[in-house]
């Protein structure tokens, strides 16, 4: 069984930085995708980074294409969201999941089996 825990959500002001952390245990792959997604109230959860671990291949939505950067952190099974420069429209519960291999980098949903609880991320202005 997978699962995957995320951490390091908060509140910041706009234009401040937050990191968040996502680690999934249970695999017994080498190599796999993670992503994020994030939700905000009444909106669709949408896709907004994602890695392969095999390569270090990325991809980022368009809302957050500068400003974010994914990233392994360390050990294997955990990555990490460096988001910076962030905006009120930021805000939102932020997601990781993990999609075993053969996987695709880019961040469409329901390729990805695996999800976490999620983080808070609030961004005042």
């Known amino acids: 069984q997978v699962h995957v825990v995320e951490s390091g959500g908060g509140s910041v002001q706009a234009g401040g930085s937050l990191r968040l952390s996502c680690a999934a245990f249970?695999?017994?792959?080498?190599?796999?995708?993670m992503g994020w997604f994030r939700q905000a109230p009444g909106k669709e959860r949408e896709g907004v980074a994602g890695?392969?671990?095999?390569?270090?291949?990325?991809y980022y939505s368009d809302s957050v294409k500068g400003r974010f950067t994914i990233s392994q952190d360390g050990a294997k099974n955990t990555v990490a969201l460096q988001m910076n420069s962030l905006k009120p429209e930021d805000t939102a519960m932020y997601y990781c999941?993990?999609?075993?291999?053969?996987?695709?980098?880019?961040?469409?949903?329901?390729?990805?089996?695996?999800w976490g609880q999620g983080t808070q991320v609030t961004v005042s202005s």
């Open positions: 999941a993990a999609q075993p291999p053969p996987c695709s980098v880019d961040v469409t949903r329901r390729r990805y089996p695996y």
């Open positions: 249970g695999y017994t792959y080498s190599t796999y995708c």
């Open positions: 890695i392969y671990t095999g390569s270090s291949s990325t």
